[in-house]
T-cell receptor, first 115, second 115 residues
């Protein structure tokens, strides 16, 4: 079974609108964390936001927020007030367990912001 | 700011050549990683190192080896390059303590073509 599933290969959003990128995960470990990374066409992966499984509140970082629904095993990324510079690939990732904590990445969603 | 530097952005090599991909980080991170990224497959872990001279296989280690002689440098080696190793290679390092614990920081990537 896929550990991280991103069902939207590509999405469009109008500039200044909000957009939600979906991510579901699968783990039996009680200790885990979820990440979102942005990859512009330049190639570098940029860390956006992190949510730990024991965190009580949803994580927020500026225009990014993580809609964490533990019972549904979903960790959707919400980008508010989209900008042209938000056009990029977005990857959801999960680390599991203690110690080394291997990280598994999803296949990504390509977001295009339309002027 | 964390800086992870990969020595080459683009490389073109011939089948059978020995290829070295170099990665240097400037934040004294203990953990370092090599991933390859292919369209539709996301990022897959090749090898990681949790300390100097320590290494562990990731999900797809076949055809690769690594070297970590100094804390800041993690090298990926293709002993005999093959065309199916044409890919984007991403290096990352990870903080293991403090507020930024768990976050992986990535280099800009090396796009390798094997002809």
């Amino acid at each position: 079974a896929q550990k991280i599933t991103q069902t939207q290969p590509g999405m469009f959003v109008q500039e200044k609108e909000a957009v939600t990128l979906d991510c579901t995960y699968d783990t039996s470990d009680p200790s885990y964390g979820l990440f979102w990374y942005k990859q512009p066409s330049s190639g570098e992966m940029i860390f956006l936001i992190y949510q730990g499984s024991y965190d009580q509140q949803n994580a927020t970082e500026g225009r990014y927020s993580l809609n964490f629904q533990k019972a549904r095993k979903s960790a959707n990324l919400v980008i508010s007030a989209s900008q042209l510079g938000d056009s990029a690939m977005y990857f959801c990732a999960m680390r599991e367990g203690m110690g080394y904590q291997k990280v598994t990445f999803g296949t990504g969603t390509k977001l295009q912001v339309i002027p | 700011d964390v800086k992870v530097t990969q020595s080459s952005r683009y490389l073109v090599k011939r089948t059978g050549e020995k290829v070295f991909l170099e990665c240097v980080q400037d934040m004294d991170h203990e953990n370092m990683f090599w991933y390859r990224q292919d369209p539709g497959l996301g990022l897959r872990l090749i090898y990681f190192s949790y300390d100097v001279k320590m290494k562990e296989k990731g999900d797809i280690p076949e055809g690769y080896s690594v070297s970590r002689e100094k804390k800041e440098r993690f090298s990926l080696i293709l002993e005999s390059a093959s065309t199916n190793q044409t890919s984007m290679y991403l290096c990352a390092s990870r903080e293991t303590t403090g507020k930024a614990k768990n976050i992986q920081y990535f280099g800009a990537g090396t796009r390798l073509s094997v002809l």
